[in-house]
């Protein structure tokens, strides 16, 4: 921000008298202390210096670096699919997929986005695959932090198009999605893959789950594609009930009279393991802390599988999440907002820095 200065009438030198000057001079530290606290309180970084509005549970872990403020006005959304780096938000897809179409996002007067279509599969992501050099652009963040999205939706629209898809804030590891050299299970096979997917919050639980609930899922993904786990693409455990871990814990339960419809807070919590303490992700609705907590102890390249072992779920520490917002058809999703707070975004992949892998 520009802070502009109105210096007002003033008079000609000749009217500046002994009196007038020795005036002037003794109000300029006055002044220098008003511009100096004009300054702090316009700086773009100030609430994230001083601590003002910053989650508290980000606060709480030391993550007070707004490294991410996905506003949706145009021109942080590339539209035209242009895949140049500079944008928040990409409408290209990995692994093949199909872009989601520009007449599927739809920015709002209020500053919102509206994800809405027929379309099998409607999604805008932190990061997107590239032709040439570098192969993908965006940013995956790592090293741990705070994912928030305020979002609204409409349960019975959901309910009533059950189906592959649904409204939802999650993401992936870029390791997997452009196939980079940390997504191997090292000491394994060319091609066992180890992965983490974080899903913050999903609606997936419509069709089987009363209404005030949803789902935050972490899935520790692995194996040979279509090889270790032959009826799968990967194997998996995850925090669900009979998911293979040691966490059952996925069903967040909502106050009985939450409305999706209006805005609602989503947040995730990832703390990387040390060697003297544990990992963990916690997930949060409206800024409380729900009871789907999931820990790991520090990961390193630990022979597989995942499962039990106190490591499961550690592979987040070293990699790098591309955040997604996803909806499915006829399921209008609309986001206020998307924020990250870090410790610093040092450990963060940003288009083609991919030299990266995490913290020790």
């Known amino acids: 921000m520009v802070l502009h200065h109105d210096t007002g009438r003033r008079g000609s030198s000749q009217n500046l008298t002994k009196h007038g000057i ?207 786990c032959r009826n799968k693409g990967y194997c998996g455990v995850t925090n669900a009930s009979g998911g293979g871990s040691s966490f059952t814990n996925f069903r967040v339960r909502v106050p009985s009279k939450t409305d999706f419809t209006k805005f609602h807070s989503f947040g995730f919590l990832w703390v990387p393991a040390t060697s003297t303490a544990m990992g963990y992700a916690r997930y949060y609705f409206d800024g409380i802390a729900t009871s789907d907590r999931v820990t790991w102890s520090k990961y390193s390249d630990q022979p597989p599988p995942p499962g039990l072992a106190p490591w499961t779920f550690g592979i987040i520490d070293r990699q790098h999440l591309v955040i997604a917002l996803t909806t499915g058809p006829n399921q209008p999703l609309t986001i206020k907002k998307v924020i990250v707070y870090q410790a610093s975004a040092a450990h963060n992949l940003t288009n083609s820095n991919s030299e990266i892998v995490g913290p020790e």
């Open 22 to 228: 020795k005036a002037w001079l003794t109000a300029i530290p006055a002044m220098l202390i008003f511009l100096g606290a004009a300054l702090t309180l316009f700086s773009p970084h100030s609430e994230a210096e001083t601590g003002a509005a910053i989650p508290q549970a980000a606060k709480a872990a030391g993550y007070t670096k707004l490294t991410f403020d996905g506003e949706f006005i145009r021109n942080t959304i590339d539209l035209n699919n242009s895949t140049a780096p500079g944008f928040d938000w990409y409408l290209a897809q990995f692994f093949g997929q199909t872009a989601t179409a520009s007449h599927s996002v739809v920015t709002n007067s209020d500053g919102s986005v509206t994800l809405s279509g027929k379309d099998t599969v409607i999604s805008i992501n932190s990061a997107a695959p590239r032709r040439g050099a570098p192969d993908w652009v965006g940013t995956a963040f790592g090293g741990g932090g705070y994912f928030e999205a305020i979002v609204k939706f409409d349960p019975a629209k959901t309910m009533a198009n059950i189906g592959s898809q649904w409204p939802a804030f999650w993401s992936m590891a870029i390791e997997h999605l452009d196939a980079l050299p940390g997504e191997q299970w090292l000491g394994q096979a060319t091609g066992y893959s180890h992965f983490i997917e974080p899903d913050f919050f999903e609606y997936d639980v419509a069709n089987n789950f009363v209404p005030n609930q949803y789902g935050g899922a972490i899935h520790d993904w692995y194996g040979i594609q279509k090889r270790t």
